[in-house]
């Protein structure tokens, strides 16, 4: 299922990328890049998304690997908020970030497999929002 989402997310960013190419003649090579940069911080977000996935699977063997997937996706996502002024974009990468918190909270309070579903939904949506 993991490698399903994977794949879902190199799709989608190679059809941006496509698309990101045939609109530079029209809207210049700034905001080609930026849209790029956005699809490939969202790509680099879906893998640390899937190893937070593996992390909460394998946690009773190695409960660091959450803090270690946790802290690439924020480092990601501090990435993507600094190259855009896209409100959209900006809105989801906000979501994602408390649905991290909120993971981090749930893991704080004890509980060793959180629910990491509204991290997926919300990455999800930024990856939408790049591609849009």
Same mark, same amino acid.
Not at 115 to 131: I, Q
């Given at each position: 299922?993991?490698?399903?989402?994977?794949?879902?997310? =190199? =799709?989608?960013?190679?059809?941006v990328?496509?698309?990101?190419?045939?609109?530079?003649?029209?809207?210049?090579?700034?905001?080609?890049?930026?849209?790029?940069?956005?699809?490939?911080?969202?790509?680099? #977000?879906?893998?640390?998304?899937?190893?937070?996935?593996?992390?909460?699977?394998?946690?009773?063997?190695?409960?660091?690997?959450?803090?270690?997937?946790?802290?690439s #996706?924020?480092k990601?996502?501090?990435?993507?908020?600094?190259?855009?002024?896209?409100?959209?974009?900006?809105?989801?990468?906000?979501?994602?970030?408390?649905?991290?918190?909120?993971?981090?909270?749930?893991?704080k309070?004890?509980?060793?497999?959180?629910?990491?579903s509204?991290?997926?939904?919300?990455?999800?949506?930024?990856?939408?929002?790049?591609?849009?």
């Amino acid at each position: 299922m993991a490698a399903s989402r994977r794949r879902r997310f =190199v =799709v989608t960013a190679a059809a941006v990328a496509a698309i990101g190419l045939t609109t530079a003649v029209t809207t210049g090579c700034d905001a080609v890049d930026k849209a790029l940069d956005c699809v490939q911080t969202a790509d680099a #977000i879906a893998d640390s998304v899937t190893s937070l996935q593996q992390a909460v699977e394998n946690a009773s063997n190695d409960p660091t690997q959450l803090d270690e997937s946790l802290a690439s #996706i924020d480092k990601n996502l501090d990435k993507i908020g600094d190259k855009t002024d896209n409100t959209d974009v900006n809105k989801a990468v906000e979501d994602l970030g408390d649905a991290v918190d909120n993971v981090r909270t749930a893991i704080k309070n004890g509980d060793n497999t959180p629910d990491v579903s509204p991290v997926t939904d919300a990455a999800g949506e930024l990856t939408k929002v790049c591609t849009s």
